[in-house]
């Protein structure tokens, strides 16, 4: 098959290496010069573990390229990709399609055959309506199918989550259309994975749907764990009690201080425009965005409180600030929310993230940044877990306490067990747990 992926963002990168993993011909194509010239060096625009060594190993055996050039890769591809941002537009939270739309464009000037053109962008209910019209309009005798096949894949986990999917979504009704997409995913289905073919507007709201019941099972937890912090319970083993019931399930139950992300905030703000626009509003979902919004700023409030409720003149420091571990994404982080009010609030915050800081500098510019935890800790008044990096769950307690000036330590992603910190000396505060 030769794929031609348009966009070469996070999702478009990542499914461009993958396919050419699976042994198809990939053209990436992004009009983004110095992005195109860095990805020919070699040079990777984010960080996902894995990528680097995917993209390299397969632009050496000749099935992957980067080019500028649309025309060639669209008019030699059997399925074109769309792979564009949509994010929030400004004022009104609707998914702004101006770049979906410019690429279904372009597709029209250049595609020659039959050719697949797929939406991997998370786009609204009807949007490949929309591609199909604007195609049909600039080149009425062309032969193609719109389908819509929306991507699931994790940041810091992508490639796994593409190499061994919990499903694949197909929305096309057309035979020919859904051949091609059998072929573009044959190594899953040797392997196994299971397919959800159907309706395009079906799997459009698949993806929605889907990350906006993600975000709901979150904000459920959270609100658990304000409620254990009330009565003296404890979220994780709520968590445990609730997630062997297989109904409802283990996963996505750790409290926290409110999801971020490049996709639950955009993703169930969009939904919910969509929904009000039919007349179908999804209350349980509006609810949950403002209960996430409010949520990240209560972070900061928690963190005055664990430092006797005045912060004016305090120094603390900040472990991570991507909104997740393993990854340099700072998009709707809470890190966002809590470091500027715990500023306002007169403190002075240090920080430290293995891969965010690149990007928070920018975001953040009054933000002191340190060369590593331990730098970050020398002196602070608190220690405060914002990210669950791998390497904040085994610090040195013993260095921790000799390194702050005092044994404050705030953590909002449950990293560390109370009854541990309790006897190593520390003032813990957590996520829905009683200190210990
Ligand atoms: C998400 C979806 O998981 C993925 O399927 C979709 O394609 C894109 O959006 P991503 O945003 O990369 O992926 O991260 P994810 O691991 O899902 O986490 C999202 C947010 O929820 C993060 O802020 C995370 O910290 C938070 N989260 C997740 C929790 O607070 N608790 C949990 O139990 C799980």
Same mark, same amino acid.
Do not use: I, Y
């Given at each position: 098959m030769r794929i031609t992926m348009i966009g070469t963002g996070y999702v478009g990168l990542v499914s461009g290496a993958c396919f050419a993993d699976f042994g198809h011909v990939v053209t990436c194509v992004d009009m983004d010069v110095s992005k195109i010239e860095r990805l020919n060096s070699g040079d990777i625009p984010i960080y996902e573990p894995g990528l680097k060594r995917l993209v390299s190993t397969n632009v050496a055996e000749e099935r992957l390229f980067f080019t500028t050039e649309a025309k060639g890769a669209i008019a030699n591809a059997d399925a074109v990709f769309i792979a564009v941002g949509t994010p929030s537009?400004?004022?009104?939270?609707?998914?702004?399609l101006q770049y979906v739309y410019a690429v279904a464009e372009e597709i029209a000037q250049h595609m020659d055959g039959f050719t697949v053109v797929v939406t991997k962008?998370?786009?609204?209910?009807g949007t490949g309506d929309e591609v199909e019209a604007i195609i049909k309009k600039a080149r009425p005798d062309a032969d193609f199918e719109v389908v819509s096949n929306p991507e699931f894949l994790r940041e810091g986990a992508a490639i796994k989550d593409f190499k061994i999917p919990d499903r694949i979504v197909v929305g096309t009704e057309d035979e020919r259309a859904r051949a091609v997409m059998r072929e573009v995913y044959r190594p899953l289905f040797l392997k196994e994975s299971p397919i959800v073919f159907t309706s395009r507007r079906t799997s459009e709201l698949i993806k929605y749907a889907g990350n906006a019941f993600l975000a709901v099972k979150i904000t459920f937890i959270n609100e658990m764990a304000d409620l254990c912090e009330k009565v003296g319970a404890n979220v994780q083993e709520v968590a445990r009690g609730i997630g062997l019931d297989g109904r409802i399930?283990?996963?996505?139950l750790n409290a926290g201080p409110g999801y971020g992300g490049s996709c639950f905030p955009k993703d169930t703000l969009a939904l919910s425009k969509t929904a009000n626009d039919y007349g179908a509003p999804v209350r349980i979902v509006d609810t949950v965005v403002d209960v996430n919004k409010a949520r990240k700023k209560a972070m900061a409030g928690k963190v005055i409180a664990a430092l006797g409720g005045d912060v004016k003149g305090k120094r603390i420091a900040a472990l991570g600030l991507a909104f997740? +571990?393993?990854?340099?994404d700072m998009r709707d982080a809470p890190s966002l929310d809590i470091v500027p009010m715990l500023q306002e609030a007169g403190a002075s915050v240090v920080a430290f993230d293995p891969e965010a800081m690149g990007e928070a500098a920018k975001l953040l510019p009054d933000l002191e940044l340190a060369k590593s935890p331990w730098e970050a800790l020398d002196g602070a008044d608190a220690m405060v877990i914002i990210t669950e990096w791998? +390497?904040?769950?085994?610090?040195?307690l013993e260095r921790v306490k000799n390194t702050l000036n005092g044994n404050i330590v705030v953590d909002l992603r449950n990293i560390y067990r109370p009854d541990n910190m309790a006897a190593k000396g520390f003032e813990y505060t957590s996520i829905g747990r009683p200190s210990g």
């Open positions: 537009r400004r004022g009104d939270g609707h998914a702004d962008s998370t786009v609204p209910v399930g283990p996963k996505f997740k +571990q393993n990854t340099d791998d +390497q904040f769950r085994a610090l040195d």
